[in-house]
């Protein structure tokens, strides 16, 4: 079966200071993966993805994401954290073929609280 | 990437009706889904709404109480029907772009009295 874990419900930091989302996922194959964000009152917006290559890959506002196999994780970061980045962080895991193509798989979320 | 609306943006509704939530894309695609996100909860799959035919509803959703159409490239409605309290979530559409990315709506609030 597909799962996604984000094991912390809650990440506090300082503005200023590098942040880090966990995202570990059990899913077959090479899954594509996802981090979304969601504001109060918001749908979600994509940030980045990992599909293939470099295992670094950059997105939105200065998000990165950290693709790593052998640990099947997928942990967003950001070098230097701001209050505006304060919302809520989806990691998702998408199979790559076959019947289940474009299917998204969600992790429970993760809180991010950037503290002036 | 697409642009997507969603009619209404929220509704508060009384148990036992039916609200039909709209989904328009400003570009056609392929593959357009339909989540719900309950309260504190993440998203879960409701339904992938086909073209032409019928929707393909992941295990827990059933046609009955979530009918969806798609009449064409751009365009999708789910309904809520016979509606209880439980059913108070936000929706959300989502479209496939390529054959990798997904772009949400801005999600229906919907509380079910």
């Known amino acids: 079966a597909q799962s996604v874990a984000q094991p912390e419900d809650q990440v506090n930091v300082a503005e200023g200071n590098p942040l880090t989302v966990k995202c570990t996922y059990s899913?077959?194959?090479?899954?594509?993966l996802f981090w979304y964000v969601q504001y109060p009152n918001r749908g979600l917006q994509f940030l980045l993805k990992?599909?293939?290559?470099?295992?670094l890959v950059k997105g939105s506002y200065g998000f990165e994401a950290e693709f790593n196999k052998s640990q099947t994780s997928f942990h967003l970061k950001k070098p230097s954290a701001l209050v505006s980045d304060s919302a809520l962080y989806f990691c998702?895991?998408?199979?790559?073929?076959?019947?289940?193509?474009?299917?998204?798989?969600f992790g429970r979320g993760t809180q991010l609280t950037v503290w002036p | 990437s697409a642009v997507i609306s969603q009619k209404p943006s929220r509704d508060i509704c009384q148990r036992g009706t039916s609200l039909t939530i709209q989904c328009q894309v400003d570009?056609?695609?392929?593959?357009m889904f339909w989540y719900r996100q309950q309260p504190g909860q993440s998203l879960t799959l409701i339904a992938t709404?086909?073209?032409?035919?019928?929707?393909?509803?992941e295990s827990g959703f059933v046609i009955d109480k979530f009918p969806i159409s798609r009449p064409n490239l751009t365009f999708s409605t789910l309904t809520v029907s016979n509606m209880s309290p439980e059913d108070s979530s936000i929706y959300l559409c989502?479209?496939?772009?390529?054959?990798?990315?997904?772009?949400f709506g801005p999600g229906t609030r919907l509380l079910v009295l």
């Open positions: 570009s056609q695609v392929t593959m």
């Open positions: 989502s479209v496939l772009q390529g054959q990798e990315t997904q772009y």
């Open positions: 709404a086909n073209q032409g035919s019928e929707a393909t509803y």
């Open positions: 899913v077959s194959g090479n899954p594509y």
């Open positions: 990992y599909i293939t290559g470099d295992n």
């Open positions: 998702a895991v998408s199979p790559p073929r076959g019947s289940t193509l474009g299917r998204l798989y």
